[in-house]
């Protein structure tokens, strides 16, 4: 009997996780054209025309990590990184790089970065502190296909006026603005900011102000923000994030909308590493591991308003899919502030697949 060849690619024996599904279950996925064409039981290899083999092996929607920094060339901090070994060799399959450049620069971050990356790059337009919004308004609405906000504002230079100029920039582009925490005050911050936009280093360590108050109560501005609908990024970085602030959180119930790097060239090396050790850092605070990959997965793709195609295997999406193994045994992790924390379990990257092909 000679089988029909259904499929381009099977991924075979994995246990797969989905939250946008609701799926923990060892399932075979199935890819055709570059989309996710069944998800069941023992599908047959012989359907497909290439068979990835991942017994034992945990597979996910591609992991995106909302907070990178990928302009390797060029940007105005000389801080980015090849994207596609920091990233797509460590299971992610699409970053957001979280302001490295102006929209002078948007042509050259097109043709570097975004059209030669196997990484899928989306980008925000980084606010420069005498930026005419008018210009990054229109940039961005000229740019849909990979610019999808503004980012106020890039290292310890935020001013009220940037914070306001950044404001506008997003209102004219009809894009998400994603503000760090410094400058003016984080009630400040958080009145400029709507439905859709993202708080990146949430989580910093004191004597930076933050979510806390001095008594470490989470405070009340920070509940009326997310009551209506700003987003809450991990955004970990050299000094953005401290595992003490997010266990305080996690009590209250505050975790991180968004798990991610703030992978830069100072970053890499340590303490962030990598998004699947900034993920493991998460369950070394007690989060679980279906958490864990919502966050790094179906939330993302919700904030960069892809949900439906990216950040899920749901039949019909984009056939991005990552796998890891999870080791175990006692891994010391290590925050922005040095302090440290041991956990039980790593994930290990083990394959990529961007729009249905095999690249890492
Ligand atoms: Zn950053």
Redesign the pocket.
Known sequence: MVETVKYDLLVKGGLVIDPSQGIHDKLDVAVFKGRIVNLGVNLNPKESKEVLEVDGQIVTPGVIDL?T?VFYLLGHKREGLKVDSTSLAKGVTTVLD??SFYPEDVEAFRYYIVERSRTRVYALLSMKPDGNPREYGGTVKANRDFLVGIKYH?GGLGTMDMLILAREAADRGECTLMCEPYGPKLKTILEYMYRGDVLTHSFHPPPRRGLLDEDGKVLPEVWEAIKRGVYLDQ?H?RSGFSFEVAEKCLKQGLPPFTIST?L?KLSVNGPVYDMPTTMSKWMALGMSLEEVIKRSTLHPAIVLKKDGYLGTLKIGACADISCFKMLEGEFVFEDSAGEKRTGRYKLEPMHVVRSGEVVF
Do not use: I, L, S, V
């Open positions: 907070h920094h979280a302001g890039h955004g970085g703030d830069h």
